[in-house]
């Protein structure tokens, strides 16, 4: 391809910047061949020129395409150089918040330095078993592909991870680690993973440091070898360490730290076992207080010690040995702050006193003084003598720094032993995985001996990564059958030759050390007259002649040579040594045992050839040789594996989360190989596509004629018309291989057709928009017109009827103007006859008013004479007769005053005066009284009177002069009676009016009464509905308080409920998982202990029943580990004569148990026989028992018959209507009749004493018959009372009356039916009684009621009428609706009684038809018996008691044939669901039956060990797991059913209760069922995950069902693993696997509720698997995938209609997954947009959304990213929300369980045992 075509106008293109590294451009002019500059336009809008070097012709790199941005692989980029690896890095870092990228087979990681939720559990599930280039970038997914590659290769792995200090090496690694440890499982020890994650804290505190660019920077290589079995279960590691950075424990620079494990131990001083060291604060050392900064932000060091000491536990190190560690690290620390004073040039001492020198010789147990002399003097040696020398202050300190870097390097090389000791194993290692985390390359700005070994070490995997991915390149070449040729590449061999080859950089070191006065400036001179001239690599700096320059692959560094020979020879004082190796403390001698090895050879070495000095200086192996064969031998282990590369990159220096400077970042990809990747793969074919792929892709650019049968024949005429350069492309057997930038030009075609296609859409559709505008503007315009015609002629038609209207006004103007006139005029003539009539009236009416008043005046004058004449005439009468009476009185009185002079008198008169005088004294007070009254009431009356004489008086005088005025006004009476006639017709008039206008008001008064009142009632009406409504809504407020608070509270209780019954579910998960464990442990060591010796071994069914066992803790399973511990290691210590004790005793046993063995066959062989005779006598019975049931019904049938005869002769007697009269008395016939009516009732009277007789005699075979049976017991009959047939022939008054005894038979028989007489007459009786006291208690409920009634009537007359009227309605309504509840309870039940009989109907229905089948058959068989004369038979039926009889003993043989051998296929399609819980509970019925608690609790046991044990062995088959489920449910559902509990029998039938357990409680057994439902039910889900695992992201995701929508993009150098359609797994094969799941459910009878609680459990793990994988792959956020996902979750969603479960709760389970695929399709742009967000994503947390939106990905060139301001839009929007911060869905979730109790209709004495389940042995009662 030309350059004219890539470089036109508009192409994007990089330009090199100072700051930025690379600039993004665009030309804005197109580009010739032999231009010397480009026009360029800056993305800020500038404008520059880039000018071309005419020699070189170089133009600057191109740009990808946008839709190849922010790739997941780097090779996947279609044009591969710097600025593309550096830009999309950036936009992934820092856009996308990606930290992982691929490039190639590299991982580039990218520090973020914050806390990412991106190593949960969660995610190591997801990303476990998955292909490296199906999910999105991450530590997991290269530690996945290294256990895989394990496993299936059978070959050594190793993850190398490399980078700077800072770079994130050591979390990387530590990850690595924890994904191996997570899905991996120890095989012989239980904590194997947990020992391996424990070392990282130990080597973290005694290895890593703050640094300048790094909180928690290692200060040593480290090679982590982790072992796998063949079972690849981790079973050990083993750690090798290199370089140990010893120069921190006396030195740091500032803003750096020493080791943590000084700060730890200064911040743990206070600590009790700590007080013996003297610790303090970290700034009271001097090795801990150079950096001055102690403390690390969010970092506590007291805790971190837990930590550290926990790890220490957990590896098994001995807590002595620990204080021992802490004790010498304390000894360092003061050993730092021993001081050295100076007393001369060249010597120095010590002071006596010094503290920390005390305190350092106490904790290493060593004489003060001795230390105190060594450390300022030195021995010399030579051949021929030894002698002492003091040193400077100087040497004096750097041999103290010596001494304590010697110690801390001798400790921590014993720690990290002690490490691999804890975690080797005694195993076999099958393979391993190594996790190399070593420092990547480092330059600073004096680099010394420590960065001169680190880059040689990166020198050497630098070489070897590089030629491991050149190998990979050319075995993909090769295996596509491409021809290639050799890439070239930059070899770094030289570079290594000239440090390691002879005469080299170490070589030359090694041979300066040995030198007596050699120096590092002798040393340097060495090196440039060797080296200088002779290797390239090699050069000297300008201004100094103490450094050298290598020129590496990274870059080239200077190095001071300054320190090299003491570094390299790490020499230390042999006398201070000596002194430690004389402590007292044991375990310090430790640490110098390799010493003493190495000191003792020499001296044998020493002894042989009699030299010592020279030859043990020469022995001792320098500290580049050592690191020199390390680093050898770490090549060669990581040759022999298969090697896996993750490189991290430091964004920037400052430690800012997701910030990246591209200098910094250039220079690291640069140093760590990822550029040399990037031009070796650009140097062949970097972009490879299948064919599939690039049919997918570009099936746009092809014509439908093109597209041919074979997909790699269509590619390649294709790829002939695009791409004329046949060297651009290649074509392999399974790929195409194009070269870089072809990819970007074929996306440019693609994306031009594309945009073509879409204008040419746009055309069209705005054609039809203008052309749709133009016929609504049309339509509009005749509209218009429409309207305005129409307003015309309706202005038209309003004047026409305007002028009619005015004619008619004018009309009926006139005619009122006339009438108005003739009626005023009318009404005037009216009004002069009024008056005139008027006059005339008043006249007549003064006249006989003046008559009518004489008359008045003469009956008063007439009354007044009478009156005075009657008044006179009393008054002399009354006179009179006072005369006459005085004259009396005086005379009487006389005569009393005779007798009271006389003496006798007056004493009888004393006799009782006295009282006498004071009744009459009280009398006489009493008349006075009255007299005083009533001379009032007469003082009264005069006055009345007089004032009425002079009131009377008056009014004569006023008559007179009235008639004295009357007679003057006489003369004017004619004047005056016209004057009052007048006035009387007006007053009559007016009256009249009166009384009209009376009428009226009275009228309108009542009708405004009857308004008013109206109004009242409705105001009272609407007062009254409104304080009603308001009392309602009171109520109903304090309702729905009532209901809200009870609904959160129900809520509250339902999640607690929940969340208690889901840790209850998950302990007891753990604790059967334990116990299982325990059990498989005890089986091991069983197995272990019977292969030494046979021991007798217990039976399943010594299970114990209590529940207890099922819900104990997990502390009791630990104990019983331990416990097997303890035996195990008991066992093992026992001596031989115990053993032979224990095999003698356990042949006795044996012996006994043959013994019992034949004595319970001998035992079953009696019982056989006797069973044998039992039945026989069965037989002879059951045969006459038949034969009296024929006799029997022989009768009946003749009965009935007689019966028939006798109603058709009354009724043809009495039926008058009949064609012949009935015969007449007296007559022939009619005699005959009367005798044939005779004879038949007595015949009648004969058969019923026949049949009483039999019935008789059939009771009692049936008694003798059951007699001797096992329900003879039950029988009631009294037996004893009916004597044998030989007492029967003994009795001699039975033989005299009757032969074979039927007389006596006939008295029994009549004596029973007496019995059943009396129990039916005292049945009726009961039920008269029963009736009795329910009518009793009508009464008195009518008489309550009538009473409340009263007192309400009572109540209501007091009331006002409204009051009485409200109450009466309130009392009616309570009244109806107490009628209406008990008209609803009558009719429920009602409804119960119908339901039950019309079950029993179709019970007996089918019994008929059973019987009238088996009939049918019977009468189609020939009859071979002898000819009898026919009669009518019908067999009884046998009733059923529901249980089924076993043998004691047999509960083994029966639990292996319903449980362990039974296949659960044939039971579910041929019988009815849960048949094997139905037969069991009908044997514990059985045995509930004959009171046996050993027996049920025999047999539930070894049911419940026998079930467990069929889970265990087939827990992966779904079919077996649902078919036991639904059959424990059903056996606990019928312990519950047939509890006898009130709570569980309301549904059952009245058999059904009959058949309740009588004699235990088995409550606890139903908690223990309940526990093994559960437990099963969690298996039953396990193995649906199993199931459904892999086809969901295949199905959900990968699988495109809407064709054409998707479109794949470059994916890189690593393929997603269903590129190919024939490996696809289309959305059909979920729903049919979630179909069969569903039909084998059903088929096994499981309950309804649990089935629901199962699908809901499949749908949330079908959500939570797909939401976790669309969340970890970005190639799935788009658009189109969206609307791929909502399409599937609408099909789920149809599955679910159609099966009837929509309302089990799977739909909102889907929630989560719809609205992300919502979220996908969303617009994303504006706030509005984000508020939309917030609200739909109401199921999604707020990680979750923004992981998704920052994610997205577009897959056409017309979509667009979504910008990091609206993700922050949305993050602030959702800050407020309180939810978990958690990324993933936890997919290993399990709902709480709710076992509904569900009845069973089934009757148990209808369910027969199949042959095919050899059960013969059970006999149904």
Not at 43 to 70: F, M, W
Not at 640 to 648: D, E, F, I, N
Not at 1705 to 1727: D, H, V
């Amino acid at each position: 391809m030309a350059a004219s075509e890539l470089y036109a106008k508009y192409a994007r293109v990089w330009l090199p910047d100072a700051g930025e590294v690379w600039k993004s451009a665009e030309l804005t002019k197109d580009y010739s061949p032999g231009d010397l500059k480009l026009s360029l336009q800056l993305e800020d809008g500038s404008d520059v020129e880039h000018k071309i070097d005419p020699q070189t012709n170089n133009l600057p790199p191109l740009r990808n395409p946008n839709i190849l941005v922010g790739e997941n692989d780097l090779t996947a980029l279609s044009y591969l150089h710097e600025p593309a690896v550096l830009h999309n890095l950036k936009v992934r870092f820092i856009d996308s918040k990606l930290i992982y990228t691929y490039c190639g087979i590299v991982l580039v990681a990218i520090n973020p330095y914050e806390s990412l939720p991106i190593y949960e559990t969660d995610i190591i599930n997801a990303y476990s078993g998955q292909n490296m280039g199906d999910m999105d970038p991450h530590i997991f997914a290269v530690a996945e592909e290294a256990y895989k590659q394990m496993a299936r290769d059978e070959r050594n792995q190793s993850i190398i991870v490399s980078g700077e200090s800072g770079a994130g090496k050591t979390v990387s690694a530590k990850y690595a680690m924890r994904y191996f440890a997570t899905v991996s499982c120890s095989s012989s020890e239980a904590s194997v993973e947990e020992r391996v994650l424990a070392s990282n804290p130990i080597m973290e505190a005694l290895g890593n440091a703050k640094t300048t660019r790094n909180d928690n920077s290692s200060r040593f290589g480290k090679y982590i070898e982790i072992g796998f079995d063949k079972k690849h279960c981790i079973i050990g590691a083993n750690m090798r360490t290199y370089l140990l950075e010893k120069s921190r424990v006396v030195f740091q620079t500032d803003e750096e730290r020493n080791y943590h494990i000084f700060y730890q131990l200064c911040a743990s001083s206070h600590l009790p076992e700590f007080k013996a060291f003297k610790l303090g604060c970290a700034d009271d050392f001097h090795c801990t207080n150079q950096g001055q900064s102690p403390v690390i932000d969010g970092v506590d060091d007291a805790k971190e010690m837990c930590n550290t000491r926990r790890a220490f536990s957990k590896l098994g190190i001995k807590e002595s040995d620990q204080m021992a560690i802490y004790q010498i690290l304390a000894a360092i620390l003061h050993l730092s702050n021993v001081e050295v004073k100076d007393q001369s040039a060249d010597r120095s001492s010590i002071l006596p006193d010094n503290v920390h020198l005390m305190v350092f010789c106490e904790l290493m147990g060593v004489p003060c003084e001795e230390m105190a002399h060594w450390l300022c003097h030195r021995k010399l040696q030579t051949t021929t003598e030894t002698y002492v020398k003091p040193v400077s202050k100087m040497n004096a300190v750097n041999g103290r720094d010596a001494l304590a870097k010697h110690i801390y390097a001798r400790l921590f090389s014993w720690i990290v032993c002690s490490i691999n000791n804890a975690l080797k194993s005694a195993a076999k290692k099958r393979s391993f995985i190594g996790v190399l985390d070593i420092y990547g390359f480092e330059t600073f700005d004096v680099n010394s001996f420590e960065q001169f070994c680190i880059n040689y070490a990166n020198e050497k995997l630098q070489q070897q990564f590089n030629l491991h991915v050149f190998k990979l390149e050319q075995e993909e070449y090769m295996k596509e059958e491409i021809p290639w040729t050799l890439i070239d590449f930059d070899d770094n061999q030289p570079c290594i030759d000239l440090i390691e080859a002879k005469l080299g950089v170490l070589d030359l070191l090694d041979e300066e050390c040995k030198m007596p006065k050699g120096c590092d400036d002798t040393w340097a001179q060495k090196l440039y007259n060797t080296l200088l001239k002779q290797n390239a690599f090699f050069d000297k700096p300008r201004l100094s002649n103490r450094a050298f320059i290598i020129h590496h692959f990274a870059d080239k560094v200077e190095y001071e040579c300054e320190g090299f020979l003491e570094k390299n020879r790490d020499t230390v004082n042999a006398e201070q040594i000596n002194a430690l190796k004389k402590s007292k403390v044991d375990w310090l001698l430790k640490l110098f045992e390799d010493d003493e090895k190495t000191t003792s050879s020499a001296k044998k070495r020493s002894s042989v050839t009699g030299r010592t000095g020279p030859t043990q200086r020469d022995n001792k192996k320098t500290v580049g040789l050592q690191f020199r064969q390390s680093l050898h031998l770490l090549m060669d282990t990581l040759n022999a594996t298969t090697p896996h590369y993750v490189r991290c990159i430091k964004p920037n220096d400052n430690k800012s989360p997701f910030f990246m400077d591209p200098m910094r970042a250039v220079q690291q990809l640069r140093a760590c190989g990822i550029l040399e990747t990037i031009r070796i793969s650009a140097a062949g074919f970097p972009s490879r596509w299948t064919y599939q792929e690039f049919f997918s892709r570009y099936r746009v650019l092809m014509k439908q004629k093109d597209v041919l049968h074979d997909r790699k024949l269509t590619c390649k005429n294709l790829l002939e018309k695009l791409v004329r350069d046949q060297d651009k492309y290649q074509f392999g057997k399974n790929k195409i291989f194009f070269r870089a930038g072809q990819v970007a030009y074929l996306e440019k075609l693609r994306s031009d057709k594309l945009r073509m296609a879409c204008v040419r859409i746009q055309k069209t559709i705005r054609c039809w928009l203008a052309r749709k505008k133009y016929l609504r503007m049309r339509e509009s315009a005749i509209t218009i017109q429409r309207h305005v015609r129409g307003h015309q002629a309706r202005c038209y038609v309003k004047f026409l009827q305007r002028t009619r209207a005015a004619v008619i006004i004018q009309r009926n103007v006139r005619m009122w103007v006339t009438r108005t006139r003739y009626q005023q005029q009318r009404s005037a003539a009216i009004t002069i006859q009024c008056f005139l009539r008027t006059y005339m009236a008043r006249k007549q009416y003064y006249k006989l008013l003046f008559e009518h008043k004489a008359l008045v005046i003469q009956k008063w004058f007439k009354g007044w004479q009478a009156r005075r004449h009657y008044k006179r005439i009393m008054e002399a009468i009354v006179l009179l007769q006072s005369c006459v009476r005085r004259m009396k009185a005086k005379k009487e009185l006389k005569k009393l005053k005779v007798e009271a002079r006389s003496v006798e008198r007056v004493k009888k008169l004393n006799i009782g005066m006295e009282n006498k005088i004071m009744q009459l004294q009280h009398k006489i007070n009493e008349q006075h009284k009255d007299n005083r009254e009533l001379s009032e009431r007469l003082n009264v009356m005069e006055k009345t009177q007089t004032t009425e004489r002079e009131k009377q008086n008056r009014e004569i005088e006023n008559l007179r002069r009235s008639e004295q005025e009357a007679r003057a006004k006489a003369v004017k009476l004619p004047s005056l009676l016209e004057q009052l006639s007048f006035l009387q017709h007006e007053l009559e008039n007016t009256r009249r009016e009166k009384d009209d206008l009376q009428e009226q008001t009275k009228v309108y008064k009542e009708q405004t009464h009857q308004v008013v009142e109206d109004l009242n009632m409705r105001n009272s009406l609407l007062i009254s509905e409104k304080d009603e409504l308001s009392k309602k809504n009171l109520e109903q407020a304090d309702q729905l308080t009532e209901i809200k608070t009870n609904v959160e509270n129900a809520k509250r209780l339902e999640k607690d409920l929940a969340e208690e019954r889901s840790r209850y579910q998950s302990l007891l998960s753990e604790h059967l998982h334990l116990e299982e464990r325990h059990r498989d442990v005890k089986e091991e060591m069983n197995l272990g202990v019977s292969s030494s010796k046979s021991g007798h071994k217990r039976t399943d069914s010594n299970y114990s029943s209590n529940s207890s066992e099922f819900s104990q803790s997990l502390c009791s399973s630990e104990g019983e580990d331990g416990a097997i511990q303890t035996e195990d290691e008991t066992q093992t210590t026992v001596d031989l004569p115990i053993l032979l004790k224990l095999q003698r005793r356990v042949k006795e046993l044996e012996q006994d148990k043959q013994s019992l063995w034949q004595q319970l066959d001998n035992g079953e062989e009696a019982q056989q026989e006797k069973a044998k005779e039992v039945e026989e006598q069965r037989t002879v019975g059951r045969a006459e028992l038949d034969l009296e049931t024929l006799k029997r019904q022989e009768l009946e049938s003749d009965n009935k018959k007689l019966k028939r005869d006798l109603d058709e002769l009354r009724n043809s007697l009495t039926n008058e209507n009949s064609e012949l009269a009935p015969p007449i008395p007296g007559s022939l016939p009619y005699n005959i009749l009367l005798e044939h009516l005779g004879s038949s009732n007595d015949e009648l009277e004969m058969r019923k004493e026949e049949v009483l007789l039999l019935r008789s005699h059939m009771v009692r075979q049936e008694a003798l018959k059951h007699k001797d049976s096992v329900l003879g017991e039950g029988v009631n009959l009294d037996l004893s009372e009916i004597p044998s047939y030989e007492d029967v022939d003994k009795s001699i008054n039975i033989h005299t009356l009757n032969e074979d005894g039927e007389l006596w038979l006939a008295y029994e028989g009549l004596k029973e039916t007496n019995r059943m007489l009396e129990c039916q007459m005292q049945e009726q009786k009961r039920a008269g009684h029963e009736e009795y006291k329910k009518l009793l208690e009508e009464v008195n409920k009518f008489k309550a009621e009538k009473e409340q009634q009263q007192k309400l009537l009572a109540q209501s007359l007091l009331l006002p009428e409204d009051a009485r009227i409200e109450a009466s309605l309130k009392h009616e309504m309570t009244r109806l609706t107490n009628e209406n509840l008990e008209l609803m309870e009558q009719q429920e039940q009602q409804v119960e009684t119908i339901r039950k009989l019309k079950k029993q109907l179709k019970l007996y229905i089918k019994k008929v038809e059973d019987l009238e089948a088996s009939a049918q058959q019977k009468n189609k068989s020939p009859v071979t018996t002898a000819p009898v004369r026919a009669v009518n038979i019908t067999r009884k039926e046998k009733e059923y008691r529901g249980m089924l009889e076993y043998r004691e003993g047999d509960e083994t043989r029966m639990v292996k044939k319903l449980v362990v051998h039974l296949k659960p296929r044939g039971v579910a399609v041929s019988f009815i669901p849960g048949l094997p819980a139905y037969i069991i509970f009908m044997c514990v019925r059985y045995a509930d039956n004959v009171n046996d608690d050993q027996r049920v609790s025999a047999l539930l046991n070894s049911t419940i060990s026998s079930i467990k044990g069929v889970i265990k062995r087939s827990g992966g088959d779904f079919e077996v797991v649902s078919f036991w489920l639904a059959n424990t449910c059903r056996l606990m559902h019928c312990l519950k059913q047939y509890s006898g509990d009130e709570a569980f029998i309301t549904h059952n039938t009245a058999k059904q209760n009959e058949h309740c357990l009588a004699n235990f409680e088995l409550s606890e057994y139903q908690q223990v069922f309940g526990d093994l439902a559960i437990q099963i039910y969690r298996q039953l889900i396990k193995c649906m995950e199993d199931t459904l695992q892999p086809l969901i992201v295949a199905s959900m995701l990968e699988h495109e069902t809407i064709q054409g929508v998707m479109g794949s993009k470059p994916t890189g150098l690593r393929k997603r693993s269903t590129s190919f359609p024939e490996q696809a797994v289309t959305l059909e094969v979920l729903l049919q696997r979630l179909g069969v799941f569903l039909s084998t459910m059903s088929q096994h009878g499981m309950d309804l509720d649990l089935i629901k609680q199962l699908v809901k459990q499949q749908f949330y793990i079908i959500c939570a698997v797909t939401l976790n994988h669309l969340l970890l792959r970005k190639d799935m956020c788009s658009w189109s995938k969206g609307l791929q996902i909502r399409y599937n979750v609408w099909h789920l969603e149809e599955w679910l209609a159609e099966r009837e479960m929509s309302d089990c709760g799977a739909k909102e389970t889907l929630e989560p997954l719809l609205q992300a695929a919502q979220l996908l399709q969303i617009k994303k742009k504006t706030e509005a947009d984000a508020q939309v967000i917030c609200t739909m994503c109401s199921a999604l947390t707020t990680a979750q959304i923004v992981k998704v939106l920052t994610l997205y990905t577009p897959v056409i060139e017309f979509e667009e990213r979504v910008s990091t301001t609206f993700i922050t839009t949305i993050k602030n929007l959702l800050k407020d929300r309180v939810e978990s911060t958690t990324l993933m869905m936890d997919a290993k979730k399990i709902f709480s369980i709710t076992i509904p109790f569900t009845p069973s209709p089934v009757a148990l004495e209808t369910i027969q045992i199949p042959a095919s389940l050899n059960l013969g042995f059970l006999a149904r009662i």
